[in-house]
């Protein structure tokens, strides 16, 4: 069975930071471009990182960059998400997310982990 879980949102000051990890099961994370995604009720979903299967490369959204980490551990089949700096406008459920390097075609989706950044 297929499974990706999301885990490690919460709610933090701005500036603190939290870890976001993605489980996946049923499938194996290294031979998917991996995929954060982001959603608010305001807002479409928004890309926010990728890392890719061969190689492991990283992207990232502009609004992010430098302060996100995208990684995979490959033993543990996990992605992560590394969220430093956090701003009141990073609040978002947040979505792992497995798609082909290649074409146009997503996969898998996680359920949603929710993230709030607030004094």
């Known amino acids: 069975q297929v499974q990706l879980v999301e885990s490690g949102g919460g709610l933090v000051q701005p500036g603190g930071s939290l870890r976001l990890s993605c489980a996946a099961s049923g499938f194996t994370v290294s031979r998917y471009c991996m995929n954060w995604y982001r959603q608010t009720p305001e807002k479409e979903r928004e890309l926010v990182a990728t890392?890719?299967?061969?190689?492991?490369?990283?992207n990232y959204a502009d609004s992010v960059k430098g302060r996100f980490t995208i990684s995979r551990d490959n033993a543990k089949n996990t992605v992560y998400l590394q969220m430093n700096s956090l701003k009141p406008e990073d609040t978002a459920v947040y979505y792992c997310n497995a798609r082909s390097c290649s074409v146009d075609i997503s996969y898998y989706w996680g359920q949603g982990t929710q993230v709030t950044v607030s004094s």
């Open positions: 890392i890719t299967s061969a190689g492991g490369s990283t």
